[in-house]
């Protein structure tokens, strides 16, 4: 393991809490090492079947997907796989697998039978799509159930507002593990345990140094950026371009019948909370 992944992440490897946070900044190499492992799990395990988790069901096969791919291509095991892209799923000939499902469809989130974990990629997402998730993962097949998040601490808001940070930090810094015991009845009781784990570039062996010294160069040109993606401090999303850059067709819109004949009243509507929005109409009867 050490001539694959980095030393901060050995202590993870054993770890069998049912949440595992991995937070930090840029170029760490946390998600390298959740593919990883993950891989390793899903060629040793009896049974295993893991979602990839994104707000957005598009961002998935650029960014976890394309992660587990290219490291099983790597390690010269291509041939142990099957990469399907309608749906997004990697079959391994042992019977284990990894489905992908974004957040912007609930309802797919609910539909998969036996899952035993989930690894939710850059994006935190709401508490009510957590929740879903996180309670259709109960399934006695598997070795154990995990959950994990690997992400850069920004959210938009205030961070200490948000329900992520309040349920697994609330004040809290570096890495850490919580336990949590929950007594069910009077002679009965169950122990709840969470992992915490912060990581850097300077954390990262193989970083090229020219993406560190950008990094530490954000202490002058954006503190901000220094300290989340340097550092892995909290921080409250700078926000900007939102409307073009988060507009999602299947999401944002729905099909109804153009009539040529009618005229289109569009209308723009900027707050700030929600932050911007379009909508496009035609009056029926009138011109």
């Known amino acids: 393991w050490r001539k694959t992944i980095n030393e901060t992440f050995i202590p993870l490897l054993d770890c069998k809490d049912r949440y595992v946070i991995m937070y930090g900044g ?27 988790i994104r707000n957005t069901y598009a961002t998935i096969k650029d960014s976890s997907y394309q992660t587990i791919k290219d490291i099983i291509y790597e390690w010269g095991l291509a041939e142990l796989f099957e990469f399907k892209l309608q749906p997004l799923e990697i079959h391994c000939v042992n019977g284990n697998s990894f489905l992908a499902r974004g957040c912007d469809d609930t309802q797919k989130l609910k539909s998969i039978k036996d899952p035993t974990g989930a690894w939710y990629e850059e994006d935190i997402p709401t508490e009510s799509d957590f929740i879903t998730i996180t309670t259709s993962i109960r399934t006695t097949k598997a070795n154990y159930l995990q959950e ?93 371009g939102r409307f073009y850059k988060n507009f999602d067709l299947g999401r944002n819109t729905h099909t109804v019948k153009y009539n040529p004949s009618l005229s289109l009243h569009i209308s723009f509507d900027f707050n700030v909370n929600p932050y911007m929005s379009l909508s496009i109409w035609q009056m029926v009867g009138q011109s």
């Open 26 to 52: 840029r170029g760490s190499s946390k998600s390298n090492f959740e593919a990883k492992k993950l891989i390793y799990r899903c060629l040793t395990e009896k049974y295993f079947r893991h979602i990839l």
């Open 148 to 240: 994990t998040f690997t992400i850069n601490p920004e959210v938009e808001g205030n961070y200490q507002d948000n329900w992520f940070w309040k349920r697994f930090f609330n004040g809290r810094e570096g890495s850490f593990r919580d336990v949590t015991e929950l007594r069910l009845t009077d002679t009965t009781s169950v122990k709840l345990s969470y992992t915490v784990h912060q990581s850097t570039h300077a954390d990262n062996k193989w970083l090229p140094d020219e993406f560190r010294a950008f990094l530490m160069d954000l202490k002058l040109k954006n503190p901000y950026y220094w300290e989340v993606y340097c550092n892995g401090k909290w921080g409250n999303k700078q926000l900007g």
